[in-house]
T-cell receptor, first 113, second 114 residues
Framework: GAGVSQTPSNKVTEKGKYVELRCDPI?????LYWYRQSLGQGPEFLIY????????DSGLPNDRFFAVRPEGSVSTLKIQRTERGDSAVYLC???????????FGPGTRLTVL | DAKTTQPPSMDCAEGRAANLPCNHS???????VYWYRQIHSQGPQYIIH???NNETNEMASLIITEDRKSSTLILPHATLRDTAVYYC???????????????FGKGTKLTVNP
């Protein structure tokens, strides 16, 4: 079956612009996660959704970052007033109810010039 | 979750066994050892996990020492496609109160050479 998909695969933007990154989880997966991965580092947790609600957003670095999952399926990570330090690969993962394994998408590489 | 220590890089010849170590000396009784790998330009992929007994699946084997303070992931016949960063994570499973957030270190960059 289809895995987690993320669009776009690459996004180049200018400092100060607004960006949206999309995640399509595996169909039927109730839990959805966003991680950020800087060059040479492991992924870092940003936010976790259970259904439509953000159950844990403790990893969001500041209030420029926001994520939604209005219908409990697709999620959008939104970054306002982007900064060069936001450049990273943004990874999305989903997990089935009752399961323990997170399935990751290929990520969106964000470059802020 | 307990902290893990892994070597930053390792090399292995194609067709040979790759043995990737992980130290987790502060592991708690209910924490399992999980291994993920991340091939270039892909997201992390689950490989295997275990509590104290050795585990094997179609991808790899996991050997956990008796005191559970370290473990080794074994790829029995490494191929070029096994070149990736391998992450060792220690945490309780979700059913035992484990956190939803996976905490990744820097992992081990395994290079399989022809």
């Amino acid at each position: 079956g289809a895995g987690v998909s993320q669009t776009p695969s690459n996004k180049v933007t200018e400092k100060g612009k607004y960006v949206e990154l999309r995640c399509d989880p595996i169909s039927g997966h109730t839990a959805l996660y966003w991680y950020r991965q800087s060059l040479g580092q492991g992924p870092e947790f940003l936010i976790y959704f259970q259904g439509t609600g953000a159950a844990d957003d403790s990893g969001l670095p500041n209030d420029r970052f926001f994520a939604v999952r209005p219908e409990g399926s697709v999620s959008t990570l939104k970054i306002q007033r982007t900064e060069r330090g936001d450049s990273a690969v943004y990874l999305c993962a989903s997990r089935a109810s009752g399961g323990d394994e997170q399935f990751f998408g290929p990520g969106t590489r964000l470059t802020v010039l | 979750d307990a902290k893990t220590t892994q070597p930053p890089s390792m090399d292995c010849a194609e067709g040979r066994a790759a043995n990737l170590p992980c130290n987790h000396s502060t592991i708690s009784g209910n924490e399992y050892v999980y291994w993920y790998r991340q091939i270039h330009s892909q997201g992390p992929q689950y490989i295997i996990h275990g509590l104290k007994n050795n585990e094997t699946n179609e991808m790899a084997s996991l050997i956990i020492t008796e005191d559970r303070k370290s473990s080794t992931l074994i790829l029995p016949h490494a191929t070029l496609r096994d070149t990736a960063v391998y992450y060792c994570i220690v945490r309780p499973p979700l059913t035992q109160g484990g956190s939803e957030k996976l905490v990744f270190g820097k992992g081990t960059k395994l290079t399989v050479n022809p």
